[in-house]
Each structure stands twice: as C-alpha cells, then as structure tokens.
C-alpha cells in the first residue's frame, strides 16, 4: 500500500519489496545474496534518484531515500551480518538523506514531513532489532517540527543566548555528526551570501 499517493513512489515501493522477496527466497548463500541485494538496491536507487533534477525541486529525492531507507530497513533482517556493505550503504543512505534535508532551501511540506518523521520511527525499530542504529541523525532530525525548526538552534542562529541546559540537550540530541553537518551547511551559506554581496 502506498502511504505516497505518487506513482514514483508506489513503483520505487515495489522495486524495493520485489529486492526484499528475492533475497529471502535466494538459494545463494547469506553473504552472496546480501552482495547481490546491496548491489540491485543501489542500482534502483540511482535510477529512481536521477528522474529529478535535484537543484530544481529536491523534494521527490527526499521521498526517494524515505522510501529506501525504510524498505532496506525492512529487508535488514534478511541480510548477512558478515557482508560489509550493508552498514556502509545504510550509513552513506542516511548521510545523504540529512545532507539534503539540511540544504533544503524551503520548509518540507507537512504530508512528506509526516511521512519522513513516521518512516524514520519505524526504521530505526527494525534496525534495532537486527542489532544495528545507524539512523541516530535522521531520527534526532524527525524527532523536531522541521529540520532547522529546533528552539534553541534558532536562538543561537539568531544570536541569542539561549539557558546552557537547554544548549546541552540540544547538543545531546544533535550528535556530533549532525552537528558538524549543520556547521559546514551554515558557514558555506553564508560564504555564499557574503560573495553575493
């Protein structure tokens, strides 16, 4: 069922669940079939990813990766432990999902925001009972009412002095890794407001 009312996202649904019913009815072994499963993914990833031109309208990307981050998070209790690319895809998948919710330049509507915010939740279960958590950024980020939405981001954003117990919970939250992103996105910003000027 397709919660994404978008053809794209109901085909790119299927794709992902065909990749998920080959891999648990592979004769291969585990690992073979783990290989083949990362590699096929990827493939239809890109494929799916590349219909849109991405500094025109980012938004159906970031209703590609939700799509992909939950259903390989769904597939993720099939998948062999001792294959190295299951972590690095997942890892670089929520990597470049962050980086584009960072660098949206408009708000995400609410539908896709809910459907990120929930896609996320249930994802990061199922990583959870395989054993694995790399979605700490993208849940921290679906956790808040927008992703630069955070009270105590937008009072140090806009100079303020927001209580310190607040700015170490927001610190907690955040992660190094987000919070790095979050620095690199704004200092290129305003490298890039400045050179405008």
Same mark, same amino acid.
């Given at each position: 069922?397709? =919660?994404?009312? @978008?053809?794209?996202?109901?085909?790119?649904?299927?794709?992902?669940?065909?990749?998920?019913?080959?891999?648990?009815? @592979?004769?291969?072994?585990?690992?073979?079939? +783990?290989?083949?499963?990362?590699?096929?993914?990827?493939?239809?990833?890109?494929?799916? =990813?590349?219909?849109?031109?991405?500094?025109?309208?980012?938004?159906?990307?970031?209703?590609?990766?939700?799509?992909?981050?939950?259903?390989?998070?769904?597939?993720?209790?099939?998948?062999?432990?001792?294959?190295?690319?299951?972590?690095?895809? /997942?890892?670089?998948?929520?990597?470049?999902?962050?980086?584009?919710?960072?660098?949206?330049?408009?708000?995400?509507?609410?539908? /896709?925001?809910?459907?990120?915010?929930? @896609?996320?939740?249930?994802?990061?279960?199922?990583?959870?009972?395989?054993? @694995?958590?790399?979605?700490?950024?993208?849940? +921290?980020?679906?956790?808040?009412?927008?992703?630069?939405?955070?009270?105590?981001?937008?009072?140090?954003?806009?100079?303020?002095?927001?209580?310190?117990?607040?700015?170490?919970?927001?610190?907690?939250?955040?992660?190094?890794?987000?919070?790095?992103?979050?620095?690199?996105?704004?200092?290129?910003?305003?490298?890039?407001?400045?050179?405008?000027?």
């Amino acid at each position: 069922m397709c =919660a994404l009312p @978008s053809p794209p996202a109901c085909e790119l649904r299927e794709r992902f669940q065909g990749l998920t019913t080959a891999l648990k009815e @592979s004769t291969k072994s585990p690992l073979e079939a +783990s290989l083949l499963f990362c590699q096929d993914f990827c493939q239809v990833l890109v494929e799916h =990813a590349s219909r849109w031109k991405t500094d025109e309208d980012p938004l159906p990307l970031l209703e590609v990766y939700t799509i992909a981050i939950l259903s390989f998070a769904k597939a993720s209790s099939c998948l062999s432990s001792a294959c190295e690319n299951v972590p690095l895809l /997942l890892e670089k998948l929520a990597l470049s999902c962050a980086e584009l919710l960072l660098l949206l330049p408009q708000h995400v509507p609410g539908a /896709l925001w809910e459907e990120f915010q929930s @896609s996320m939740k249930v994802a990061h279960s199922l990583l959870q009972e395989s054993g @694995s958590s790399p979605l700490r950024l993208l849940t +921290s980020l679906a956790q808040q009412d927008g992703v630069w939405a955070n009270a105590t981001l937008s009072s140090i954003l806009s100079n303020q002095t927001p209580q310190t117990e607040h700015v170490h919970q927001y610190l907690e939250l955040e992660g190094p890794t987000l919070l790095n992103m979050r620095i690199k996105i704004s200092l290129s910003r305003e490298s890039w407001l400045e050179g405008k000027q």
